[in-house]
């Protein structure tokens, strides 16, 4: 049974950093696409960085360049390192894991591998004063 748990939210300001963590249990990251995603209140999921087999890591156009994703295949666990956040990156963050396209964070009709029938881990907030 694939297990996600997300980790090191919390409340900063801005301009500050914080690094969550998702630690996976039940399989091993090779075969997966892991992403990290975010919903705030009152508006849709957005995701925000994901990592392939491959170490491909695309980013949103939001956190490009402040955020990076980043696994410890040893420890089974997933990262993402956020810098100089900002009051909008505000929400709860959530990691997920899908091996349904062998990997790939792309379906081959460049759609995410990613959807609500992945697995998914329980959330963790993240909350940024001005």
């Known amino acids: 049974q694939v297990h996600l748990v997300e980790s090191g939210g919390g409340s900063v300001q801005a301009g500050g950093s914080l690094r969550l963590s998702c630690a996976a249990s039940g399989y091993t990251f090779s075969g997966y696409c892991m992403g990290w995603f975010r919903q705030a209140p009152g508006k849709k999921r957005e995701g925000i960085a994901a990592?392939?087999?491959?170490?491909?890591?695309p980013y949103a156009d939001s956190v490009k360049g402040r955020f990076t994703i980043s696994q410890d295949n040893a420890k089974n666990t997933l990262y993402l390192q956020m810098n100089n956040l900002k009051p909008e990156d505000t929400a709860i963050y959530y990691c997920?894991?899908?091996?349904?396209?062998?990997?790939?964070?792309?379906?081959?009709?460049?759609?995410?591998?990613?959807?609500?029938?992945?697995?998914w881990g329980q959330g963790t907030q993240v909350t940024v004063s001005s």
């Open positions: 997920a894991a899908d091996d349904s396209s062998g990997g790939h964070c792309y379906t081959g009709a460049g759609t995410s591998a990613i959807t609500d029938s992945s697995y």
């Open positions: 990592i392939d087999i491959y170490g491909n890591t």
